[in-house]
C-alpha cells in the first residue's frame, strides 16, 4: 500500500493532510524521508512527528500590499518582514498572512488549501520579492518554472565575519533535521534534498574591535527551506539577526547597537516568465527602511 493511503487509514487525516506532512518531512520511514508513493512493507517503522490538526477557513482581509508587478495571471509584492506567507496547520497564523491578504485577487480553487495562488514562499523575518499566481494557468506555468529552475533568485544578506574570498558557490543537501524537527540541516546526499547557492561579496564592514560583516548577494539555483541561512552558516558566516542558525554575540551587538532586531535577509530581485504576456519578468525590491538603516550606520 502506498505510504500516503497507509497513514490516512491509520491516523484518519485526509490524504491531502497526510501527503503535506510527508512533503514537510514530517513523517519519517526507517528513519528516512520518503515520497507519499512509497510502497510500506511489512516491519517498516513509520514514525509521525507532528501531527497536522484540521485546518481554520481562510478568510479575506484587507492588507496593503506593495506590488512590484502585475498583469492578469500574477502580481509580485513586497513581503515586508514579519509577515507570515500562509496561516499554519493547526491553526496557528490564522490572520494578518499574506494569504489572507490575496485570497480575494486570486482565482478559487487555484492552489493549495489555505494557500492561495502560492508557489514559493519566504520565510516570516525575511523581506522581498514573492510572486503570487492569480489563475490557474498561471499557477500551474509557475510551479513549472520552480521545478525546472528556470526562475532567477537573488538575495541581499549580511554575514558575521569578514569573507575571506570574493565568490564561491556552496552545494550542501538540506534536510529535516534529525534533533529538531522544526528545524532544517545539512545532511548527507542520500537524507536531504540537492541545495545550491552562489554567492558574491559587496562590501566589508568594521563593526567594533574584532567583529566585522559582509554584505553579500546570493543567487539561489534551488529553493530549499532556510538555504541561504543553512548553507552561509556551514561556511562559517551566519546571517546576521538569524536567531535559529545565527551566533548569539553577533546578535545580540545588533539588537543593542542598531536596534536591529530580525535576519538581514531580503529577496532582492526575481525573474520568470509571464503565462499571460510571454515576456520575461524582472522584478526589483528596495532594501526595507530597516535594512538601510543598518547600512547607512555602518557607511557613517
Known amino acids: 500500500m502506498r505510504l500516503d493511503r497507509y ?22 520511514v526507517n528513519s528516512t524521508e520518503e515520497r507519499a508513493s512509497y510502497t510500506v512493507k511489512n516491519g517498516d517503522n513509520v514514525q509521525i512527528d507532528e501531527i497536522s490538526k484540521v485546518e481554520t477557513e481562510l478568510k479575506a482581509e484587507d492588507i496593503d500590499l506593495d506590488v512590484l508587478y502585475e498583469d492578469k495571471g500574477c502580481l509580485v ?54 510572486v503570487v499566481a492569480k ?26 565575519g569578514k569573507l575571506l574570498i570574493n565568490e564561491g558557490i556552496v552545494e550542501s543537501p538540506i534536510g529535516r533535521s534529525f534533533r529538531d524537527r522544526k528545524k532544517m540541516s545539512i545532511v ?13 561579496l559587496k562590501e566589508v564592514f568594521e563593526v567594533s574591535t574584532g567583529k566585522k560583516v559582509s554584505l553579500v548577494e546570493v543567487e539561489i539555483m ?15 558566516h551566519a546571517v ?13 551587538f545588533f539588537k543593542d547597537e542598531f536596534d536591529f532586531n530580525r535576519q538581514f535577509l531580503h ?30 550606520k555602518l557607511r557613517s
Open 7 to 28: 497513514l490516512q487509514e491509520k491516523t484518519g487525516f485526509s490524504r491531502a493532510q497526510v501527503q503535506k506532512m510527508i512533503k514537510g518531512g514530517f513523517i519519517l
Open 77 to 130: 509584492i513586497c513581503k515586508p518582514a514579519g509577515m507570515v506567507v500562509h496561516p499554519g496547520e493547526g491553526g496557528s497564523h490564522s490572520s494578518g498572512t499574506l494569504a489572507n491578504a490575496i485570497l480575494s485577487r486570486v482565482d478559487s480553487g487555484v492552489g493549495e488549501v489555505n494557500r492561495p495562488g502560492i508557489v514559493h514562499r519566504l520565510d516570516k523575518d525575511t523581506s522581498g520579492c514573492l
Open 135 to 160: 489563475n490557474l494557468g498561471s499557477y500551474t506555468d509557475l510551479i513549472k518554472q520552480f521545478k525546472n529552475r528556470t526562475v532567477e533568485k537573488k538575495y541581499i544578506a549580511l554575514l558575521c
Open 188 to 200: 548527507k546526499e542520500a537524507k536531504g534534498k540537492e541545495a545550491v547557492s552562489r554567492f558574491k
Open 222 to 236: 534551488t529553493g530549499r527551506t532556510h538555504q541561504i541561512r543553512l548553507h552561509m552558516k556551514s561556511i562559517g
Open 240 to 252: 546576521v539577526g538569524d536567531i535559529v542558525y545565527g551566533d548569539r554575540n553577533y546578535n545580540k
Open 267 to 296: 529577496a532582492a530581485e526575481l525573474k520568470f516568465d509571464s503565462f499571460e504576456t510571454g515576456k520575461r519578468v524582472s522584478a526589483k525590491a528596495d532594501l526595507t527602511a530597516d535594512l538601510k538603516a543598518v547600512l547607512e
